[in-house]
């Protein structure tokens, strides 16, 4: 009975453990990897970062989201 509680709490805490390092690894991952290393808000264009504003041609999507004419989803920073 001792030997099978020990593995249901060691399964538990691997679970437990398992899903705190993934969730703290997807916390990270759309900041680092938001357009190029800019950030979430902005885009990399000629090699400098630029805040995210739709432009001619832009077809929205959602409020805060559009569609440019390359057809790069873009939104605003904070949405």
């Not at 390092?21 to 000629?46: K, M, Q």
């Amino acid at each position: 009975m001792t030997a099978q509680i020990s593995k249901r709490a060691a399964g538990f805490l691997t679970s437990a453990v398992a899903a705190g390092a993934l969730a703290v690894g997807l916390s990270f991952a759309p900041t680092a990897s938001a357009a190029d290393g800019c950030g979430y808000g902005y885009h990399i264009e000629n090699g400098t970062c630029v805040l995210n504003l739709p432009g001619p041609g832009a077809h929205f999507i959602s409020p805060n989201c559009w569609t440019n004419d390359l057809g790069d989803e873009r939104c605003v920073a904070g949405s």
